[in-house]
Structures are given as C-alpha cells and as structure tokens.
C-alpha cells in the first residue's frame, strides 16, 4: 500500500525559516510534489522533485532522499500569508504509473508575528 | 495565467438524487482528474482521464461515478444517486502530455452537500 506521513501542525514566527517533513512508502515511485493550500481553496503547486537533492525555488527549497523515502519543504523569510496547509504528495502507486497523486494528510503551518 | 474552471462552485443537493459537476481544463492539456476532500481530510484521488478514456480510477469510484468529456472543452463528474458520505469537495485538475505531465493543476472545487 501506500503510507505518506507529515507533522499536522507548525507554528512558526514571521520572517523567520521553517522545515516540514514528509516520509512515504510507496510501491511505485515517479516523483514527489509540494502543494499550498489555504482555507476552502484549491491546491496550488509548489514544488516537484523526481531525483535526490535540493530544487530551490524562491523562498521556497523542496529536498528529496528516495533511499530514505523522505523529503522536506523549506520556507523562507515566512510572512503570514504563508499560513497555509502544505501537502506532501507523491505520483505512482501500486501499478507504478499514470499521473496519480497520493497526497498525505498535509500539515497545517501558522506564521505568527 | 490558464486556469482550471470549475462550476457550480457549490451545490446542495438531497440524498439519491443526481448530481453532475462541471470542469472546464486548460485549453492544451490532455490528461483530466478527479480528486475529492471531505472536510478536514486529505485530499483523494478519484479517476483520472486521457484520450476520452479512463486511464486510471480509486475504490472510491464506483459504478455511481462516472466522467464524460461531452464536447471538446469540458469534463464532467457525475453522481447517480448521491449519499451523504459524498458530501465533500470535489477538484477538478488537468496537466499537459510528455513533460511536465505530472505537474497537475487544480480547478477552485465544487463544494457538495448532501442533505
């Protein structure tokens, strides 16, 4: 099956650096994605990393460890309308392919002043 | 910037009764979704949908959902007779062919309620 795990909550101050975690376990695997979402809103995309390493994108570096199945989202220079839920989602699943999302439960970041 | 259009943006509708929620994808992609989320659970994927076929579908749609492309510019969900578990929000999303493929942009939902 298919397992993706991330913190539910953070909290963290305005103008300040935040890392958020995920771990997956997938039986297929073709990259895994960062979505934003806020309140009542669509999902919008953040980041994609396919291959080991660091994608930097802006104020926003997403990290990928396939051996490890882990990867983190890094935001920096927070403001408050970063207050949002941040999805971790990987493509493939049990029959390896397709453009399938599975997405974890997301965590849920509060930017305080 | 191309967008996702989904409508109605809400709809309330009874239990058994049909429901059918509308998409319009961006104009040169190819592949089309279907994801749901209750509220305040993930967000789950429901089909997915390339060359006017099914490509790929979760346990969750069964023989109540099915999708249609009708013309050359919408996708739509169907609902044959709606439960109150199917009360949720339903995003459409759609991506190009070949590069960037997996990159999936998402529709602002269609938010039903089943009373």
């Known amino acids: 099956g298919q397992n993706i795990d991330q913190p539910t909550e953070m909290t963290a101050t305005e103008g300040a650096i935040v890392q958020i975690n995920c771990t997956y376990q997938?039986?297929?695997?073709?990259?895994l994605f960062w979505y934003q979402q806020h309140a009542g809103e669509a999902p919008t995309f953040l980041s994609y990393?396919?291959?080991?390493g660091l994608e930097e994108k802006g104020r926003f570096s997403s990290f990928l460890s396939r051996s490890k199945g882990y990867s983190y989202l890094l935001l920096k220079e927070l403001q408050m309308k970063d207050s949002a839920s941040y999805l971790c989602a990987v493509i493939g699943g049990l029959t390896g392919g397709g453009n399938k999302l599975t997405f974890g439960t997301g965590t849920q970041l509060k930017v305080e002043l | 910037e191309p967008e996702v259009t989904q409508t109605p943006s809400h709809q309330v509708t009874q239990m058994g009764q049909e429901v059918i929620l509308r998409c319009v994808p961006i104009?040169?992609?190819?592949?089309f979704y279907w994801y749901r989320q209750i509220l305040g659970q993930k967000v789950e994927f429901l089909v997915s949908?390339?060359?006017?076929?099914?490509s790929e579908k979760s346990e969750i749609f069964d023989d109540q959902f099915s999708v249609e492309r009708p013309d050359g510019s919408n996708f739509t969900l169907k609902i044959r007779s709606t439960k109150l578990e199917d009360s949720a929000m339903y995003f459409c999303?759609?991506?190009?062919w070949g590069p960037g493929a997996n990159v999936l942009t998402f529709g602002a939902g269609s938010r039903l309620t089943v009373l």
């Open positions: 999303a759609s991506s190009v």
């Open positions: 997938t039986s297929g695997f073709n990259g």
């Open positions: 104009s040169n992609h190819l592949y």
């Open positions: 949908f390339y060359n006017n076929e099914i």
């Open positions: 990393n396919v291959l080991d």
